[in-house]
């Protein structure tokens, strides 16, 4: 375990390189090493994008998850496909809890409603690019309600639901058709938790 702290860095100076839906700024620092002396000054680029929720939608009764598959542009560069099987997931903005995007995201995304919403985890999304923190939930849904295309049309989203039962979504992980660390992430925490997540369930 490390003895670093965010006192062991030094920001000497930050500049804007793009302000727009997203943000990048170049930053100019410098950090502890650990034989006790520091770095040279050093720059690093890093995308700001804010922090966001993602949650995987799941029914127990039919087995079944309620995915999704959008179009992502950069994914056209290493996938087979740039439409990818995803779970939902949204920005937080600002005043928003991440139990409150949970629901929000559900509805617009898959056009279900979130019964019980349950923590699995959280982490960093690209932490040697991006300051983004991914907050990680598990949500019961009735999935004989998904159905159909959804998304914003502000937001140019064409979001396709699917009904995926257990067995083949765990299939999709082992073959890589689900090929996007937050779905991967979720889907590995659920059938690790499986077991411990629907008793929590049946007491909530």
């Keep these: 375990m490390t003895s670093f702290t965010k006192d062991d860095v030094e920001v000497i100076k930050k500049e804007s390189l793009h302000d727009g839906y997203f943000n ?48 992502r542009f950069p994914a056209m560069e290493t996938a087979k ?25 559900a509805q ?6 979130i019964e019980k919403l349950t923590k699995a985890c959280e982490f960093l999304m690209s932490p040697g690019g991006s300051t983004e923190r991914l907050y990680a939930y598990v949500g019961k849904v009735d999935s004989t309600k998904a159905d159909g295309i959804h998304g914003l049309d502000e937001e140019t989203e064409d979001i396709k639901v699917l009904r995926v039962p257990e067995l083949h979504a ?32 049946q007491h909530y």
């Design 170 to 201: 765990r299939d999709w992980l082992d073959s890589g058709k689900i090929d996007n660390s937050t779905a991967i992430i979720l889907l590995q925490w659920f059938f690790l938790n499986k077991a411990k997540l629907l008793n929590e369930w």
């Design 108 to 113: 617009e995304e898959a056009g279900v409603v």
């Design 24 to 71: 990048t700024n170049k930053y100019y620092i410098k950090h502890r090493k650990y034989d006790g002396g520091w770095t040279e000054v050093f720059t690093r680029e890093v995308f700001e994008r804010g922090h966001a929720v993602a949650v995987l939608l799941y029914d127990p009764t039919t087995e079944e998850f309620v995915l999704i598959e959008q179009f």
């Design 81 to 105: 496909t740039p439409w990818l099987i995803e779970v939902v997931a949204g920005i937080i903005d600002e005043g928003e809890t991440h139990e409150n995007v949970c629901h929000r995201e």
